[in-house]
């Protein structure tokens, strides 16, 4: 048999480490950034110059280019690694043949702004992919530490098994550890949900909550993702499984979350547009505080966390004072 290709669609940290990951095992590996700039960078040095500099990219396995359709066509399985605002301008030019065949994974950890779905809901819809050849990537992992090659978890979760063993065999390594699911819809919706919550613990620590207080945040956090994937996606599921608990966990406490970082920012009084301009880098957990909210209109799902980043996000409410008012509905 032959032995499959793949294609990462991405140029930031976690597309950098799931090349790294994969070239442990794949032969080969078309890798698509969107800057010329950085391609040439990578032809030339074997090194992301924006993200993770200090990876070894494999430069035998793994062939870079800016040629997105010819990136997709060349590869049995496609990982899709932009972030979640910048999905649909991506794939803007590509058409549903273009797919046709291609297992498709989302690395991506938030919800596709103008259409209000989750990345397989909407690769599903405009790409007409069938569920079965779609799955996703979840942690609970860091980019940062997979670049450090420290021993990280990751889950990969399809309708169709068959499809996520496959991948899971291939990004395991030395350092990657895999599990196979087969709940695309909990697992994602919660990774899109952890950002949401992470960005409420930066809040509570940038308005001087302690550690005492997080504990309870995040507690009542993992309660709101289990009422919200329930009403989304009602199957039997362990919400204390790694693809959920401990993706929430690692993103709401370590050093490298992003979405903490910027929660930290906001509390501490930073708008949000200075934060994310200092911050150089994209908080998933923004957009699906919003998109979260909206979907949730239909659900009717109780979600206090969620409603109070809300407010302070978009509507401009005082982070002390939400967090205060939050303190009140906490368990």
Request: glycine share 6%.
């Amino acid at each position: 048999m032959m032995k499959p290709t793949f294609s990462v669609i991405g140029g930031g940290s976690w597309a950098t480490a799931i090349v790294k990951i994969l070239s442990n095992n794949v032969e080969t590996i078309h890798w698509w950034v969107r800057s010329a700039e950085t391609a040439d960078f990578l032809w030339k040095y074997g090194h992301n110059p924006n993200y993770l500099s200090d990876v070894n990219i494999n430069q035998e396995r793994v062939r870079v280019t800016t040629d997105l359709k010819a990136a997709i066509r060349e590869s049995d399985a496609v990982i899709l690694a932009v972030p979640s605002a910048f999905l649909k301008p991506t794939l803007s030019a590509i058409t549903p043949e273009d797919f046709e065949g291609k297992i498709v994974f989302s690395a991506i950890k938030g919800i596709v702004p103008d259409e209000l779905l989750i990345v397989g809901d909407f690769l599903q819809s405009t790409y007409t992919i069938p569920v079965a050849n779609i799955g996703v990537i979840t942690g609970p992992c860091h980019a940062e530490e997979v670049a450090m090659e420290r021993l990280s978890y990751l889950t990969i979760a399809c309708q169709d098994t068959t499809n996520a063993d496959m991948l899971a065999q291939h990004m395991n390594c030395r350092y990657i550890k895999t599990t196979v699911s087969d709940d695309i819809y909990g697992t994602e919706y919660s990774a899109v949900l952890k950002n949401v919550f992470a960005i409420a613990g930066g809040i509570a620590h940038g308005v001087g909550y302690g550690d005492n207080y997080l504990a309870v945040l995040i507690s009542n956090a993992i309660q709101e993702i289990k009422r919200f994937v329930d009403a989304v996606h009602p199957i039997n599921r362990d919400i204390n499984d790694s693809a959920y608990l401990g993706d929430l966990l690692v993103t709401a406490y370590s050093s490298f979350s992003r979405n903490r970082l910027f929660g930290t920012m906001v509390g501490k009084g930073y708008s949000v547009k200075v934060a994310q301009l200092e911050m150089n880098m994209i908080a998933e957990g923004y957009y699906a505080t919003k998109c979260i909210y909206e979907l949730n209109r239909k659900y009717g799902v109780h979600m206090p966390i969620t409603d109070a980043v809300h407010r302070i996000l978009y509507e401009k409410v005082s982070p002390r004072m939400e967090m205060k008012l939050l303190s009140d509905q906490l368990k």
